[in-house]
């Protein structure tokens, strides 16, 4: 990624992906977190057990605060990204550039792929960080200091690397995804939006097949 106009869209990209996602991930963010405490109510009614909040920091490290924000920028980015691109295609641009010798992979895609994998592993600890504390903010009085710091004990570190290393590789994939299959070859101004949203659509499958894959087989060999 050398030179202003590839650093121009990968800064582009992350401003899109990462910091105008911040709100919808948050308000996300918290609805899982307060959400799953209150379904605890009568738990917490009747003297406060950690094991709600610490099932909580479970699921949300190992599943949810990867494959929320993934939903997300699935029903953002990729449409963006898989627009844009298509309309490139369709009006000869990404032809133009190949004239003037430049790769549309180095200029278009890989800051586009760098910035959404950034942007991902971000939101992925934005999320984490989010839905604990609604979690936590949510029981209130039923728990005190040393159980905070159990809950928090209790999520493995190896645990947070595994769903942060998933978030990264899971930005750079989609966007690969969408500008090597879905957002090439169109000829006309209609193929644009079929495009994009068939690009969601194969974008969030492919997200819940890596994480079905990552879940059954990779999962039990990192975490027996």
């Known amino acids: 990624m050398v030179g202003s106009p590839a650093l121009l869209v990968f800064s582009r990209q992350v401003y ?29 009614s009747a003297g406060f057990s950690t094991g709600a ?14 494959l929320i924000p993934a939903f997300i920028f699935c029903a953002r980015s990729i449409t963006a990204i898989t627009s844009e691109i298509s309309l490139m295609s369709v009006t000869g641009e990404i032809r133009s550039l190949l004239q003037l010798g430049i790769s549309p992979f180095y200029y278009l895609i890989l800051p586009r792929a760098l910035a959404a994998a950034l ?12 839905a604990l504390a609604a979690g936590l903010f949510v029981a209130g009085d039923s728990i005190d200091f040393s159980q905070i710091v159990l809950v928090f004990d209790s999520v493995r570190p190896l645990e947070v690397v595994s769903g942060a290393v998933r978030s990264f590789l899971l930005g750079a994939c989609l966007v690969f995804w969408v500008c090597r299959f879905e957002a090439r070859g169109h000829v006309a101004i209609p193929d644009v939006s079929k495009a994009a949203s068939s690009a969601v659509l194969h974008a969030l499958l492919l ?17 027996p």
């Open 16 to 44: 899109f992906s990462g910091v105008q996602s911040l709100l919808v991930v948050l308000l996300s963010a918290s609805l899982v977190g307060a959400g799953f405490v209150l379904a605890f109510q009568g738990v917490l």
């Open 53 to 66: 909040l610490e099932f909580l920091g479970l699921i949300v490290v190992r599943s949810l605060a990867v």
């Open 119 to 130: 942007s991902m592993l971000f939101l992925y600890f934005y999320f984490l960080f989010a």
């Open 207 to 223: 997200v819940l097949l890596l994480e079905l894959f990552y879940q059954f087989l990779v999962n039990p060999l990192l975490l």
